[in-house]
Structure formats: structure tokens, C-alpha cells
């Protein structure tokens, strides 16, 4: 089973400031099979980002990804107050799914 | 609008059996797959299995082989995901979600979710 790991576990930034979350992966992922999700407090989780870098329906171009193989990397380039949320990232091979733990953005 | 709308909260005591559901609307419902996800309190996501409702087929994460049944209807558009005997442990909250039939296979729409409670 591919595990995946987030880091930094805890985010801590200013509205206005680029936010870089980290996915890596336990050995190699097709990029078409990873995603990037977001979830605030109460909600169920929102698709952001598929195939590695393309964005869901709706999802404002501040957000983006990009990498390859195991190395995987979601970028907020200006922080908007309702982006402050946990991000998971996620693969899909072998027939299943895994996520990553999450990482919490939070307001510095 | 396409959506997923699931069953209400439960409150079980350990032992019961539990069926919940998950109806989609608002697309073909047999042209894509359903998969459940689970989050325990204050935790992470954990995908469980999935199930293509043309055909009822399933697969199942093998953490939770064994311990629940997915399975759908699809005369009325709707899923399930069901436990013979539930633990505390089981206490989480549910999300079914429909798998993307494009090129890759994301979550695209998400049901509401279904907390589930077991306590003696």
C-alpha cells in the first residue's frame, strides 16, 4: 500500500501570504492518480485538485498544483481568509485509495 | 444540480446492525462509481471501498474488508453501506462520494455525511 505523508502537519500564515504543502509519497504515483482536497471545520471535503495539477470546477486560480513521482506540491499563491482549512492529498492505484494525514493551515 | 444526500445521524449501541444510504441526483447514477469515507473524531480521511452501481460490483480497502457491505440500487439511485455488528469504534462520521469518470479518478461531489454514534 502507497503511504502518503504530509508536511508541515500545522501551517501557520498571514491572509495575503503563499502557502506550500508538501505530499510525499511511499514510492512511486501516477500523476493522473493525485488529488488534493480541502476541508473546513463542519464540511464535508471539496475536490481542489486531480491529476495532479488541474483544477476542479469553480476552484480559483490561486490554487495549484504540480509534481511528479513521489514528490507532490499544493500552492496557495495569496492566502484568502476562507482558505484557512486541512488540506489532504490523495492517490488512487492498485484498485484503492489512500490520503495523506492532512495538513491544517492556519492563521498566524 | 448533482448531488448526494445521505441518511440522517445514528445512534446505536454496540452489537446492532446498521444499514446507511446515499442517493445521487442530478446524474446517471450507474455511470459512476460511489465511495464511502470515513472520519473518526478529530482524525484524518480513510477511503473504505467503493462500488460501481451498473453492476454492483466492490472492492474494498483491506482495513475494512469484512466489516462493512457497500452495496447500491440502482433503481432508485441510491447506496449503501451497512455493519452486522457495530463497535465503538465505529463511531465516525461517513461520506459517501462519487468517483470522476474522466481521465482521473478524483472525488468530485460529496454527500453531506452521516454521523454515526455506538455507545452502550
Known amino acids: 500500500e502507497i503511504v502518503l505523508t504530509q508536511s508541515p502537519g500545522t501551517l501557520s500564515l498571514s491572509p495575503g501570504e503563499r502557502a506550500t504543502l508538501s505530499c510525499r509519497a511511499s514510492q512511486s504515483v501516477t500523476s493522473t492518480y493525485l488529488a488534493w482536497y480541502q476541508q473546513k471545520p463542519g464540511q464535508a471535503p471539496r475536490l481542489l485538485i486531480y491529476g495532479a495539477s488541474s483544477r476542479a470546477t469553480g476552484i480559483p486560480d490561486r490554487f495549484s498544483g504540480s509534481g511528479s513521482g513521489t514528490d507532490f506540491t499544493l500552492t496557495i499563491s495569496r492566502l484568502e481568509p476562507e482558505d484557512f482549512a486541512v488540506y489532504y492529498c490523495?492517490?488512487?492505484?492498485?484498485?484503492?485509495?489512500?490520503f495523506g494525514q492532512g495538513t491544517k493551515l492556519e492563521i498566524k | 444540480e448533482v448531488q448526494l444526500v445521505q441518511s440522517g445521524a445514528e445512534v446505536k449501541k454496540p452489537g446492532e446492525s446498521l444499514r446507511i444510504s446515499c442517493k445521487g441526483s442530478?446524474?446517471?447514477?450507474?455511470?459512476?462509481?460511489i465511495s464511502w469515507v470515513r472520519q473518526m473524531p478529530g482524525k484524518g480521511l480513510e477511503w473504505m471501498g467503493r462500488?460501481?452501481?451498473?453492476?454492483?460490483?466492490?472492492n474494498y480497502s483491506p482495513s475494512f474488508q469484512g466489516h462493512v457491505t457497500i452495496s447500491a440500487d440502482k433503481s432508485i439511485s441510491t447506496a449503501y453501506l451497512q455493519w452486522s455488528s457495530l463497535k465503538a469504534s465505529d463511531t465516525a462520521m461517513y461520506y459517501c462520494?462519487?468517483?470522476?469518470?474522466?481521465?482521473?479518478?478524483?472525488?468530485?461531489?460529496w454527500g453531506q455525511g452521516t454521523t454515526v454514534t455506538v455507545s452502550s
Open positions: 490523495q492517490q488512487y492505484g492498485s484498485s484503492r485509495y489512500t
Open positions: 442530478g446524474y446517471s447514477f450507474t455511470s459512476y462509481w
Open positions: 462520494v462519487r468517483i470522476s469518470s474522466g481521465w482521473s479518478p478524483g472525488m468530485d461531489v
Open positions: 462500488i460501481d452501481p451498473s453492476d454492483s460490483y466492490t
